[in-house]
């Protein structure tokens, strides 16, 4: 309890705060309703060795390697992860062209191969969660117990084949038409144009025109989401998370021996 009120008095304080508002709310009244938030605030003294800074110091690093939970769910949850580019590079556009192609619906490789085709599965997606500090690439599936090895080679099989052979052009402008078309129909909800704003300024300090946003999607290239996969694929190993039923004899040999494979790091289980 004392580390946590600790941390919530040292972090969540008025000059940390991004106030966001979007709606039919005057810019007068916003000050107004805020204001209090320049007086003094109770138990909420600077201590003076801080730095007001954000994001982790130093940033969290992603450790490879493949963990195991026993679990007696009807399913299991298969989790896969690398390190990806930063909110504030370049390459995060890249990042979610990839996480539509391989894991953003039911046009997607991992939905049409896991779900449609062999029927392991009936969530598949894929994700780009990107911050300041640290972000990742991560694939999740809900599949059969017996089928975890297997949709883990899925996931790297499609990975290399990316990586290897990229998209076509047709592809690419598909996969670019819906990024575009998902911001537009974003600024028709108020609640995601008050995301649009904070996102905006936490990150980047400047509003980004729509314009702006077409600029940076139209200027990626195919071959920029085949040279960042490749760079996933070849500079580091994946982190696995597995909750399933236990698993003992030849099939956790098998897990074992995948596991060393894939991450070149001993399985790990961890009780129920």
């Not at 209090?36 to 060795?49: I, K, M, S, V, Y």
């Not at 990042?95 to 969530?123: C, H, N, P």
Request: charged residues 25%; aromatic residues 12%; positive net charge.
């Amino acid at each position: 309890r004392k580390a946590i009120f600790k941390f919530f008095y040292q972090h969540y304080r008025p000059e940390n705060m991004v106030i966001s508002v979007s709606g039919a709310v005057s810019f007068e009244r916003v000050k107004r309703e805020f204001s209090r938030l320049d007086g003094a605030w109770p138990h909420r003294e600077l201590p003076q060795h801080y730095k007001t800074e954000w994001g982790t110091q130093p940033p969290e690093k992603v450790e490879a390697g493949m963990w195991w939970m026993n679990s007696d769910s009807e399913q299991a949850h298969v989790l896969w992860g690398i390190p990806a580019p930063l909110k504030t590079t370049k390459d995060r556009v890249v990042s979610q062209m990839i996480q539509q192609v391989l894991g953003g619906g039911m046009s997607s490789v991992y939905f049409d191969e896991i779900r449609e085709k062999k029927g392991w599965a009936y969530t598949v997606y894929a994700n780009a969660i990107q911050f300041l500090d640290s972000s990742l690439f991560t694939v999740y599936a809900g599949v059969k117990p017996d089928k975890v090895i297997d949709t883990l080679h899925v996931f790297k099989r499609e990975a290399v084949k990316l990586a290897r052979k990229g998209i076509s052009a047709k592809e690419l402008n598909r996969i670019k038409q819906s990024l575009l078309s998902s911001f537009t129909l974003s600024l028709e909800s108020s609640e995601s144009r008050m995301m649009v704003i904070a996102t905006q300024e936490l990150f980047f300090k400047k509003e980004f025109s729509f314009k702006e946003y077409e600029q940076q999607v139209e200027s990626v290239r195919g071959t920029d989401l085949k040279n960042l996969m490749n760079e996933w694929i070849h500079t580091g190993f994946p982190t696995i998370f597995v909750l399933s039923k236990k698993e003992k004899g030849k099939n956790l040999k098998r897990i074992e021996k995948e596991a060393l494979l894939m991450t070149h790091r001993p399985l790990v289980v961890f009780k129920g």
